[in-house]
């Protein structure tokens, strides 16, 4: 099974994982990325997400596809919210089920790690000063068809979370 | 031709509107498309290497686009 | 934050999500162990799990507190079910947070293996012929203090999930 | 001295029951309460390697054990 969305409502963790897992499965795995009150020194009040909502979720429907024929997963389901979010929220959910953990977790962090590269979704930053700020982001590959087909890419962490 | 062009985040905000119509002679590529957009007060900030996505894809510069197509300029992106 | 428990009652994964977290932090990772309905080529109809409980509490917390000290975490809540469980219910449930999802991730693998390896926990499983056997399982390494105090074993996949 | 000796899953369907008390010399270690434990008709199936646990931390063969210890026999674990 796979579902993807870019909601404009608050994300609920618990609904995600019950989405995912059947019989079969060992394992489940939950991402949550939330907003932090920090980022590069400064001190974050909120944080606005914007997205190509229909490309989006092309772009992570094809990520998960791509992770359950990397890996031995059964359900991917991923949200991703848009709109205002303050300090705490959950920007992003990722929920892998799996028949064993080595899979659910690899398939999870490239996932996660995907979608921050190639997603297109962005972030401007409010901080405490009042001055707002759009993230300086990752340019995502322009290959022939979607950005990096492949998901072997383990990717480093950036400062986002 | 005529392709519709779209524009997020700080893109946007340059643009002052997200979405513009844009008129290209035929055989026109995302690179020419990318020309017309930065000779618009504002969006000369876009850099000539942008990223652009045709019909919801990642598209190269060099791709032919139709008439029709939905070209969107896509800024570096920091989801997650 | 550490927690830790032994409980003979369902386990609420967003429960677990709930305690972990804070306004520093930009990751969770929720690691959910279920029942699985086939193991080793057999139709799983039920596990009985036990637990030398004060002991597994006392094994848990140092795993747990290790991976704060080797990893850049600040909350891991675990819970351990006992008890007869069906298939598809939830037996571990393992929450970390921290700024960075790297290091989310990381911890949340070391503890899953590592609870795995040296948690004096055992499970016997009913199959649909009748039959009940305790699975052969791991023998913890038995040094001076606790099993394992290293962090840095990445642990195989065993059978169990 | 007196010890509590506690059997888990095998182990303790093996034993008949989870607990018994040991009557041990004075410098007695965990590799004589397996000794004497493996005597015991049915835990004679414990290996002589038996994983113990003293007072909830793994102790090694060597472990002197003290009056009031308890001295667990761990089976191969299989949690999670």
């Known amino acids: 099974m796979t ?11 618990a609904a995600l994982v019950r989405r995912v897992g059947g019989e079969g499965d060992g394992a489940v795995v939950l991402f949550l990325g939330t907003v932090r009150s920090r980022n590069e020194g400064r001190t974050v009040t909120a944080i606005e997400y914007e997205a190509y909502r229909s490309m989006a979720e092309r772009v992570l429907c094809e990520i998960a596809l791509d992770a359950c024929r ?17 300090v705490g929220d959950v920007s992003v959910a990722i929920a892998v089920a799996a028949p ?22 962005w972030k401007k930053e409010e ?5 707002a ?22 990717g480093t962490d950036g400062p986002g979370d | 031709m005529r392709v519709r062009a779209l524009f997020f985040a700080s893109y946007r905000e340059w643009a002052g509107t997200d979405a513009l119509e844009l008129r290209l002679g035929e055989g026109a590529t995302v690179a020419d498309a990318v ?11 876009i850099p000539e290497s942008a ?15 139709r008439d029709g197509d939905e070209v969107a300029f896509i800024p570096p992106v920091s989801g997650g």
């Open chain 1, 127 to 131: 901080y405490a000063e009042g001055e």
């Open chain 1, 100 to 121: 064993h953990r080595d899979d659910a977790y690899r398939a999870s962090r490239v996932v996660i790690d995907r979608l921050k590269r190639e997603a297109p979704i």
């Open chain 1, 133 to 154: 700020t759009w993230l300086s982001g990752v340019t995502p590959a322009a290959t022939g068809t979607s950005a990096g087909t492949s998901a072997t890419a383990q």
């Open chain 2, 35 to 45: 020309t017309l957009v930065r000779r618009r007060p504002g969006l000369e900030r």
């Open chain 2, 51 to 65: 990223v652009v996505a045709v019909n919801e894809e990642y598209a190269p510069s060099e791709t032919a686009l």
């Open chain 1, 3 to 13: 579902y993807v969305a870019i909601v404009d409502r608050p994300i609920d963790p």
């Open chain 1, 70 to 86: 990397s890996y031995i997963v059964s359900d991917v389901a991923i949200e991703h919210r848009v709109g205002r979010l303050a």
